[in-house]
């Protein structure tokens, strides 16, 4: 398994899968059971996305992936919401530039949690440097419909750029933004640490398999 390692002595794996509601539901997925799916094709680091799910119906949803999750060794982290992320007993959050700031988060999570942060620009690059964060997340890399950031895509050169800054605070930089299998290697190659994967989980119907050819391709 592939690791970035930060200041903070928190390591990325190279594989971080997101498991977003909508997505999953277009293709017939609960999140419990795409997180199962995932696990057992050897994913070990969870994201928990729903944007329009109510705090009680995701806290209930955090709740058993963390469960699932924990059982087999793996790291969970919940989308925007510190204090879900808190009571369903995740191991940190992760955070977009409307979100609250990394320091207040910290403030609602346990000192050991993780918190990962958005950035799209290199003024927020810049700005991210200076926050309490475990990982800079730079995206998208390509355009994607997953998610509407209000961000052109920031191409292979913006990865590279985030990844030589990150290494300042010896940082984890994580790729995000409709990323395939195809294209997995030279995110890596353009410097960061880790891609994070969404809609090309469930490409082909099976996300177990999906995951083993991610770890594969990625010599993990």
């Not at 928990?48 to 969970?76: C, N, Y």
């Not at 950031?149 to 605070?169: E, F, K, N, W």
Request: hydrophobic share 45%; glycine share 12%.
């Amino acid at each position: 398994m592939g690791f970035g390692i930060g200041d903070s002595g928190f390591g990325v794996p190279t594989l971080y899968t997101i498991l977003d509601a909508d997505v999953a539901a277009r293709a017939g997925w609960t999140l419990g059971d795409l997180a199962s799916a995932c696990l057992a094709g050897g994913a070990t680091f969870l994201q928990v996305r729903a944007k329009q799910a109510a705090s009680g119906s995701l806290l209930d949803t955090a709740a058993a992936v963390v469960e699932r999750a924990h059982a087999a060794g793996a790291v969970v982290i919940v989308n925007d919401r510190a204090d879900i992320a808190r009571l369903a007993g995740a191991d940190g959050v992760h955070l977009g530039q409307d979100d609250l700031p990394p320091a207040s988060a910290r403030a609602i999570l346990p000192d050991a949690a993780i918190v990962g942060l958005s950035t799209h620009t290199p003024e927020q690059i810049e700005s991210a440097l200076g926050q309490p964060i475990s990982y800079l997340a730079i995206g998208p890399v390509f355009g994607t419909s997953t998610k509407a950031t209000g961000y052109d895509a920031v191409g292979l050169a913006r990865v590279g750029h985030a990844a030589a800054r990150a290494r300042t605070r010896t940082l984890p930089v994580v790729a995000i933004g409709g990323i395939t299998l195809e294209s997995a290697r030279e995110i890596l190659q353009a410097g960061a640490d880790s891609i994070a994967v969404i809609s090309d989980l469930l490409a082909t119907g099976d996300p177990e398999s999906r995951v083993r050819e991610y770890l594969r391709r990625l010599n993990v």
